[in-house]
């Protein structure tokens, strides 16, 4: 259920921007974190701490009612559950588990009675980002209660000794900047925030100077906003399995689908921008000093600009795009089933968890699928040209580096499209569709590879390894 606007401002304003309203009321919440923080630095900043979780927590409900209506009463529960968990449980591997369990089961039921064959925005949106923030507290407090040379560096920073209380759980999971569409961020953090341990240099109250931090972060949320709405111009969902894009000349299509891959990476890059520089405003995005002693404030940087938009790789896009969340998997999820003895199960248990964890339809599956088999497919590649002698010699030749940066980057932009159609389009005859209108390139390079390409190259490349001395 949602909140009605009578005046039906929204719904004109939305339909004059050509976007939904509960886009559009998301947007604007996005941009409410910004007055809001400038409250809090003006009026409530080292103040006591359960003032500052009561501004939060009250002013996160306020928002997230505002988008949800009532449905955000679910997050109220969990959040609820959570904390009587570790009450009860203490920081046991009990505890961790029955929070595992229950939140990730209370998403998929939730995925399960809301979910249409659209992208959804609805209570679910704040809720999966509120999954990993309740486990990862339940995990950092089981961290806090073992012994700490078991733990790993990470591990070491994020471990809560001490219970959080009520106020602090639900002021970390309603923070009014990163409630509804993030970023992660630990509970360490957020209580080292509130205590005033951010603070202006040489004081432990006065909110520091990071305001022009702030307006940088917001001026390029502001510049993808608008140059995502200009890409929609030429590209869209339902162009892509149109037979109008389906019969145009195969570089056009090519081209064509990288920009919509941009488009709707776009879509997330602009929001998670406008989001941290508001997380930024309110002081919580501190990360130390550099080498000329100048503060930091990328804390909980989601998207390394420079490294997105510079990709040879896709492994560059995995270490630029959602990096809370991949950090926060990597953390929680790969680093644990070390045990397991192998990196690729861990990476495949890894991608899994992400699919299950964005919700039941099979593109999230195949999208994920893409990620593994073309990380595979890059690193036999870099394996292939190091033990050999002759193409090691020939891909670091000077005269190839620009030509070779070119079509890397090439690469890159047109099959990171490839790889967004099943997550964007979701169900199988739409991004099936869409993977023959781009002539099954994709699978045709990708999956192929380990098949037939690589056992063919190290065949004819057999008798030119270089051999030890």
Same mark, same amino acid.
């Given at each position: 259920?949602?909140?009605?606007?009578?005046?039906?401002?929204?719904?004109?304003?939305?339909?004059?921007?050509?976007?939904?309203?509960?886009?559009?009321?998301?947007?604007?919440?996005?941009?409410?974190?910004?007055?809001?923080?400038?409250?809090?630095?003006?009026?409530?900043?080292?103040?006591?701490?359960?003032?500052?979780?009561?501004?939060?927590?009250?002013?996160?409900?306020?928002?997230?009612?505002?988008?949800?209506?009532?449905?955000?009463?679910?997050?109220?529960?969990?959040?609820?559950?959570?904390?009587?968990?570790?009450?009860?449980?203490?920081?046991?591997?009990?505890?961790?588990?029955?929070?595992?369990?229950?939140?990730?089961?209370?998403?998929?039921?939730?995925?399960?009675?809301?979910?249409?064959?659209?992208?959804?925005?609805?209570?679910?949106?704040?809720?999966?980002?509120?999954?990993?923030?309740?486990?990862?507290?339940?995990?950092?407090?089981?961290?806090?209660?073992?012994?700490?040379?078991?733990?790993?560096?990470?591990?070491?920073?994020?471990?809560?000794?001490?219970?959080?209380?009520?106020?602090?759980?639900?002021?970390?999971?309603?923070?009014?900047?990163?409630?509804?569409?993030?970023?992660?961020?630990?509970?360490?953090?957020?209580?080292?925030?509130?205590?005033?341990?951010?603070?202006?240099?040489?004081?432990?109250?006065?909110?520091?100077?990071?305001?022009?931090?702030?307006?940088?972060?917001?001026?390029?949320?502001?510049?993808?906003?608008?140059?995502?709405?200009? !890409?929609?111009?030429?590209?869209? #969902? %339902?162009?892509? $399995?149109?037979?109008?894009? =389906?019969?145009? *000349? +195969?570089?056009?299509?090519?081209?064509?689908?990288?920009?919509?891959?941009?488009?709707?990476?776009?879509?997330?890059?602009?929001?998670?921008?406008?989001?941290?520089?508001?997380?930024?405003?309110?002081? !919580?995005?501190?990360?130390?000093? #550099? %080498?000329?002693? $100048?503060?930091?404030?990328? =804390?909980?940087? *989601? +998207?390394?600009?420079?490294?997105?938009?510079?990709?040879?790789?896709?492994?560059?896009?995995?270490?630029?795009?959602?990096?809370?969340?991949?950090?926060?998997?990597?953390?929680?999820?790969?680093?644990? !089933?070390?045990?397991?003895?192998?990196?690729?199960?861990?990476?495949?248990?890894?991608?899994?968890?992400?699919?299950?964890?964005?919700?039941?339809?099979?593109?999230?599956?195949?999208?994920?699928?893409?990620?593994?088999?073309?990380?595979?497919?890059?690193?036999?590649?870099?394996?292939?040209?190091?033990?050999?002698?002759?193409?090691?010699?020939?891909?670091?030749?000077?005269?190839?580096?620009?030509?070779?940066?070119?079509?890397?980057?090439?690469?890159?932009?047109?099959?990171?499209?490839?790889?967004?159609?099943?997550?964007?389009?979701?169900?199988?005859?739409?991004?099936?569709?869409?993977?023959?209108?781009?002539?099954?390139?994709?699978?045709?390079?990708?999956?192929?590879?380990?098949?037939?390409?690589?056992?063919?190259?190290?065949?004819?490349?057999?008798?030119?390894?270089?051999?030890?001395?």
């Amino acid at each position: 259920m949602s909140v009605e606007i009578p005046s039906g401002i929204l719904a004109n304003l939305s339909g004059l921007l050509g976007v939904t309203e509960p886009a559009l009321k998301l947007l604007i919440t996005v941009f409410t974190g910004y007055p809001l923080a400038l409250a809090h630095r003006k009026y409530i900043y080292g103040k006591d701490e359960n003032l500052q979780h009561l501004f939060f927590i009250t002013t996160g409900f306020i928002l997230g009612y505002w988008n949800y209506g009532t449905d955000i009463f679910h997050c109220v529960f969990t959040i609820l559950f959570t904390y009587c968990t570790l009450l009860i449980l203490n920081g046991s591997a009990l505890s961790v588990a029955v929070t595992f369990v229950f939140n990730m089961s209370y998403l998929l039921i939730g995925y399960y009675y809301s979910s249409t064959n659209d992208y959804d925005i609805n209570w679910m949106m704040p809720y999966c980002i509120l999954v990993l923030r309740l486990i990862g507290i339940a995990y950092d407090y089981y961290d806090g209660h073992q012994p700490i040379e078991n733990l790993s560096s990470d591990s070491k920073q994020l471990a809560l000794e001490k219970r959080p209380t009520i106020l602090e759980m639900y002021g970390h999971c309603f923070f009014p900047a990163a409630f509804l569409v993030g970023p992660q961020f630990s509970m360490k953090r957020y209580q080292k925030f509130v205590s005033g341990k951010y603070s202006k240099k040489g004081t432990t109250n006065e909110p520091p100077d990071c305001i022009h931090a702030a307006l940088k972060r917001f001026a390029l949320g502001v510049l993808y906003v608008i140059v995502f709405q200009i !890409l929609k111009l030429f590209v869209s #969902d %339902e162009y892509m $399995v149109s037979d109008e894009f =389906g019969t145009s *000349n +195969i570089l056009s299509r090519m081209l064509l689908l990288g920009m919509w891959g941009r488009q709707t990476l776009y879509k997330y890059i602009s929001c998670w921008l406008l989001s941290e520089g508001g997380c930024i405003l309110f002081g !919580l995005s501190y990360n130390g000093e #550099d %080498e000329n002693g $100048v503060e930091k404030w990328n =804390g909980v940087e *989601n +998207i390394k600009l420079t490294v997105f938009e510079n990709t040879t790789e896709f492994s560059q896009y995995i270490q630029s795009f959602n990096v809370n969340t991949n950090h926060w998997v990597g953390q929680y999820v790969y680093k644990r !089933l070390k045990f397991l003895g192998n990196r690729y199960i861990s990476q495949l248990a890894a991608l899994l968890f992400l699919a299950v964890w964005h919700g039941f339809h099979s593109g999230y599956y195949v999208c994920f699928f893409f990620e593994f088999v073309i990380i595979y497919m890059e690193r036999d590649v870099k394996s292939i040209v190091k033990s050999n002698e002759s193409l090691s010699k020939f891909f670091s030749s000077d005269h190839l580096q620009l030509p070779l940066q070119i079509i890397l980057r090439l690469y890159t932009f047109v099959f990171m499209g490839w790889s967004l159609l099943p997550f964007a389009l979701l169900s199988f005859d739409r991004y099936w569709k869409a993977f023959g209108n781009a002539n099954y390139s994709g699978i045709i390079l990708f999956v192929m590879w380990p098949i037939v390409y690589a056992p063919i190259l190290r065949y004819f490349l057999k008798d030119n390894r270089t051999k030890p001395e």
